[in-house]
């Protein structure tokens, strides 16, 4: 069975241009997270999305930030416009249901360098 | 709120000794779960144990094995015989009734690296 597909794997980009994150959870799966990962502030969950719904965005930093989940098989996480300090690895991860009984489940992580 | 805290950054032990991470927790919430996660070299986070904390009864499964006490606010993880394949960042995580449980709080991770 596929994982957690992301894409791309790693991105450049130059700061003030938007980037554009994909992710495709595991099929069945209606739980879907974001995650970004950097050396001063460790794991942090950005967004996530029950059924497609965003239910919790306090992770958001700021408005350059935005994810959407048309679909229960897509979801993007978008930076417009990007700055150096978004530089980072972000995770996409789904789970099978809502709740703690459910584990989650990680994509590869996309690899972010903004210059 | 809630926080997790490992103190090792990082561990370094020769293959076949024994080796445990600390994981230590802070919430107010009396419904939680704690995690362990693994992230090996190539990057993706690995799913390990979960544990509620209405069961204090330690786990082992093969290698592996997991020590929560609730007294200490501590749920460790310690590794028997370590391989060269344990080699990775290892992180503790917590979940509450009062974010849904949905919401995983990492520690900022072990790195142990086993050398032959």
């Known amino acids: 069975d596929a994982g957690v597909i992301q894409s791309p794997r790693h991105e450049v980009t130059e700061m003030g241009q938007e980037v554009t994150l994909r992710c495709k959870p595991i099929?069945?799966?209606?739980?879907l997270f974001w995650y970004r990962q950097t050396m001063m502030r460790g794991l942090e969950l950005l967004i996530y999305?029950?059924?497609?719904?965003?239910?919790?965005d306090s992770g958001m930093p700021e408005d350059r930030f935005s994810a959407k989940m048309p679909n229960a098989s897509f979801s993007t996480l978008k930076i417009q416009p990007s700055e150096p300090r978004d530089s980072a690895v972000y995770f996409c991860?789904?789970?099978?249901?809502?709740?703690?009984?459910?584990?989650?489940?990680f994509g590869p992580g996309t690899r972010l360098t903004v210059t | 709120a809630q926080k997790v805290t490992q103190a090792q950054t990082e561990i370094s032990v020769v293959e076949k000794e024994d080796v445990t991470l600390d994981c230590v927790y802070e919430?107010?919430?009396?419904?939680?779960?704690l995690f362990w996660y693994k992230q090996p070299p190539s990057g993706e986070l690995v799913f390990l144990i979960r544990?509620?904390?209405?069961?204090?009864q330690n786990e082992i499964s093969g290698r592996y094995s997991w020590n929560f006490q609730k007294s200490t606010s501590s749920f460790n993880f310690t590794i028997t015989a370590s391989q060269v394949v344990d080699s990775a960042v290892y992180f503790c995580?917590?979940?509450?009734?009062?974010?849904?449980?949905?919401?995983?709080?990492f520690g900022t991770g072990t790195r142990l690296l086993v050398s032959p």
């Open positions: 991860a789904s789970s099978l249901g809502s709740g703690p009984v459910y584990e989650q489940y």
């Open positions: 099929s069945g799966h209606n739980s």
């Open positions: 999305f029950n059924n497609n719904v965003p239910i919790d």
């Open positions: 919430t107010r919430d009396t419904t939680y779960y």
């Open positions: 544990r509620n904390s209405f069961d204090e």
């Open positions: 995580a917590l979940s509450g009734r009062n974010t849904g449980f949905q919401k995983l709080v």
